[in-house]
């Protein structure tokens, strides 16, 4: 049993430490979101250029391709946003859509960024407020 | 009294990769890399592992040789040819074809799946230990990397849910409903009871608990269909195997599978398996399931669950005493 806690001990680590494309990120990025204080963000992005679709199989591949330089240039993209806690929400996490399009993973273009923003009471259900461009792009 | 026959080691060992092979080819086809292959290199960010040494997808033929060479494999292994030489390959071919799956920077949950014919070979009580090993490994880990969620300050799965339902369209059975009615104290709640549960199935190893976290799994699982809609039923093709082989009991069982059984099985399985490779070969089409079910979980974890408590009702001590060294095992 410790075994098992050692060896998964040692996965995240390596894991988050050097593992994946997401350096540092790889592991708040399973909280998926960005929350401050009561209020959560859903980034998301809107298509602005018309570009031929991808098949559907690739609608995962935009999603990830896009998310990894998404995710080093977090800093830059969302500078109101510091720190571990409100990168929990990964951009990478936030482009899927039902009519992907294909897009250069070296910068964004075609693409428009924008967030849901949500106010979550802990004594009451989430409400959505409106939204608010938090993605510097 | 439920009773249910004692299964000789060879003949779980068979029903374990009938269903894995089964559930394969009706309900979870094996991901193929050759929709990637034809991206460019920018596309290209492998994880952690040998595949960083490339700097692009390989040739689609060499996708094609790596998939024909594992449905080979997958048909020796059922017949339990080359025992676990066969297996080892057969769990390195699917590692390297997922491995280049994910090479687009997605993130993979399949090690342990891929794993499994490998362990499935080897002799012993080993398959069980290592399975559930594995297993333990996984949801320790899956536990830590959210060690975030714990903090009271943010509630993560709403936020999960929230970018499901915003961001990402999904329409889970109680994803809508839990966002209109469930207060924020809920799904705090539902954070500390994710982690603290993965955390705690390592203690399935320890036999006082192995009951209650074994009847605890399905039940997680489904909540997380139902609630986020994430379906982990891929997993099926661990936990079958694994019940079936705590279903070895005593060693001196006689085989109870008539060979005539035994081989309509294997066949039904090839003829399965050769159907698979025929989509892929006529039609040009990425392996599809035959049972097209949109969400597998929402109906197999309840049967998960039945199966289970059906099981602990048949065999109350079968969890909670040691089991007898098994006889030799020879592989049909």
Known sequence: MLGSYALAAAHCIVTFSVGEPYPSLQGPMFAGHLQQDRTIYVPFYRETKNIPSLPAHDRLLRHETLGVPAQKDFAKLAPRFKGAAYQEFLIGHSVRTRN???????????????AYKIHAPLDGPPELIGEEDVIHD | MIRIPSLHR???????????????????????????????????????????????????????????????????????????????LLS??????????????????????LLCPFLLTLRGRWPETSLTFCLTVYFASSGLAKISWLSFDSQASLSWALTYFYGYGKSAPLL??????????????FDQLTVWFELCVPLVILRAFRRWILLSIPLFHLATVLLLGIDFSRLLLIYLPLILLFC????????????RVRAILITCCLLGLALCVAQGCLFGKSPQSLLPLETPGLLLFPILEGIVIVGLLARPKVLSTKAPDPCESSLP
Do not use: N
């Open chain 2, 176 to 189: 809508a409903w839990s966002l209109e009615q469930l207060p924020g104290w809920s799904w705090e709640l």
């Open chain 2, 10 to 88: 060879d003949d779980a060992l068979l029903l374990s990769r009938c269903v894995y092979l089964g559930l394969i080819v009706l309900l979870f086809p094996l991901k193929s890399a050759y929709s990637v292959a034809s991206l460019s290199a920018e596309h290209f960010h492998p994880p952690l592992g040998p595949f960083t040494l490339l700097e692009a997808f390989p040739a689609p033929w060499v996708i094609i040789v790596i998939e024909f060479a594992t449905y080979a494999l997958l048909a020796l292994w059922l017949l339990g040819v080359g025992q676990w030489r066969v297996g080892a």
């Open chain 2, 92 to 113: 390195g071919l699917l590692i390297v074809a997922s491995g280049l799956t994910y090479s687009t920077g997605k993130i993979d949950h399949d090690c342990i799946i």
């Open chain 1, 100 to 114: 992907p399009r294909p897009g250069s993973p070296g910068d964004f273009s075609g693409v428009e960024w924008s």
């Open chain 2, 248 to 259: 070895v009991l005593p060693a001196h069982t006689s085989q109870v599978i008539p060979s």
